[in-house]
């Protein structure tokens, strides 16, 4: 007759359980991963084109960059109660993508060749993403600028809903006046 060893079952158990412990949590984070997706969608984003008063002021116009995504925005924005920056934030109804505004101060950075080109540093602030045919009006800086004059990197970053991915981005340098 064969005897049964409880010590190696002893030393087992703690094993099984790290391995059933480690498939909980690989489930757990794929169920989360599938939560995860385009529900980031601007919830002031009103249907049509905005009237901006005043548009030649605030350098409302139109930017295409082909291939990805055409876009309207006030290139100097009217900025309220230090925090709340008018963009008028505009995805024409022609895109086939939904588009997203993030404000950012540019950090200077040396190429190769000696000269200096800007990239994003902090993010001040964004938007949701805006579907076409919709625009929002103010994006809210997450806390009010200090400067009276802040230079800022506006990066548009698209997303197609139907596939769940980027058709891209670009970059709209700029400057916030107080």
């Known amino acids: 007759m064969r005897r049964v060893c409880h010590t190696s ?26 939560r995860i997706g385009p529900d980031h969608f601007e919830d002031e984003a009103v249907v049509g084109v905005p009237v901006v008063t005043d548009a030649e002021t605030y350098g409302y116009e139109s930017y295409d960059a082909i291939g990805i995504a055409k876009v309207a925005l006030c290139g100097m924005p009217e900025i309220i109660d230090g925090r709340d ?34 990239v994003p540093d902090v993010l001040l602030g964004e938007s949701g993403f805006v579907r076409p045919g919709e625009y929002v009006e103010t994006v809210r800086l997450h806390k009010p ?27 709209v340098n700029t400057v916030l006046v107080r």
Do not use: W
């Open 9 to 34: 079952y002893k030393q087992q158990i703690p094993l099984a359980l790290a391995i059933l412990l480690i498939l909980v949590l690989a489930v757990v984070l794929f169920l989360l991963m599938l």
């Open 85 to 118: 920056v008018q963009f008028y934030l505009t995805n024409p109804e022609g895109n086939t993508v939904a588009i997203k505004l993030e404000v950012y101060t540019p950090k200077f950075v040396q190429k190769s060749d000696g000269t200096y080109e800007p």
């Open 145 to 171: 600028l200090k400067e009276p004059r802040t230079n800022v990197m506006i990066k548009i970053s698209t997303l197609d809903e139907a596939t769940g991915r980027s058709n891209g981005y670009f970059f």
